[in-house]
């Protein structure tokens, strides 16, 4: 068998791995928002690491290495409504959160609709391409034990 190089076989083969999707959400110096992020993966055992992928020059990616933490929020198997809400995007000036559920942390908002949070301290950002990978430890947590996450497979690996 040979491997094909080409751009299409390669977004193909890429659109396979799956994902989830989950809202970030950050709050620095009285500012906050949200935000749809697919590319989040576990990295370490010891201490639990993820790595979170975000598009550099998204409003949100700037208040996040600003606020060096946030609250990833693990959408369950609906994920209608928080997809409808935050994949629209935000300005860091509109209020991201306005009539959706949601409590204050330590490390920013917590979408209470969500399944899991998981409050993320960034420890390094990387980049690669045109996303910023930050390697974040995982220091807080909460989930419930009841529903699924939702699972994602992209059509090509070339595109959201």
């Keep these: ?33 949200g935000m749809l992020v697919s590319w989040v993966q576990q990295a370490s055992l010891e201490p639990i690491c993820l790595t979170v992928c975000i598009k550099q020059g998204r409003p949100a990616g700037r208040l996040v290495s600003a606020a060096e933490r946030f609250v990833l929020n693990i959408v369950g198997d609906d994920p209608t409504a928080m997809f409808k809400h935050f994949g629209k995007g935000f300005a860091l000036e509109e209020d991201a959160f306005s009539g959706v559920s949601m409590e204050p942390t330590d490390f920013g908002p917590a979408l209470t609709d969500c399944i899991a949070h998981l409050g993320c301290v960034i420890r390094e950002t990387v980049t690669a391409g045109d996303h910023d990978i930050h390697v974040v430890e995982v220091a807080a947590a909460r989930a419930d034990d009841g529903r699924k996450p939702y699972v994602h497979i992209r059509k090509s690996g070339l595109s959201y």
């Design 1 to 33: 068998m040979m491997l094909e190089d080409a751009r299409e076989a390669i977004g193909a083969a890429v659109a396979r791995i799956p994902s989830g999707c989950s809202i970030l959400t950050v709050e620095h110096r009285g500012q906050s928002t």
